[in-house]
Nanobody, 116 residues
Framework: VQLVESGGGLVQPGRSLRLSCAASGFTFDSYWISWVRQAPGKGLEWVATVTFRGEETSYADSVKGRFTISRDNNKSTVDLQMNDLKREDTAVYYC??????????WGQGTQVTVSS
């Protein structure tokens, strides 16, 4: 199982960034996928989840209305479109495979820094 994130970087407040997670080594459309982040000095924070075929999505209140999670099962990818970024969105963002009991595989993470 591999989850590889990309798309992180330095961005100014109010701007947008799109993260991507490329999955391999498993039957992609059999799993929900989540994005989870960890800000400096803080614990893990769930950000968003997408179901098997993208029919349902859910978001943390802190990102609702600004972030959009989507998946392409043909390409085995999950994207996180982040708009109107705020300084408090600065974190390492992880892609995670979800089972009924929680996350069983993590990506290596991609750094997002929101700063002027």
């Amino acid at each position: 199982v591999q989850l590889v994130e990309s798309g992180g970087g330095l961005v100014q407040p109010g701007r947008s960034l799109r993260l991507s997670c490329a999955a391999s080594g498993f039957t992609f459309d059999s799993y929900w996928i989540s994005w989870v982040r960890q800000a400096p000095g803080k614990g893990l924070e769930w950000v968003a989840t997408v179901t098997f075929r993208g029919e349902e999505t859910s978001y943390a209140d802190s990102v609702k209305g600004r972030f959009t999670i989507s998946r392409d099962n043909n390409k085995s990818t999950v994207d996180l479109q982040m708009n109107d970024l705020k300084r408090e969105d600065t974190a390492v963002y992880y892609c995670a495979r979800v089972r009924y009991y929680g996350v069983d595989h993590w990506g290596q993470g991609t750094q997002v820094t929101v700063s002027s």
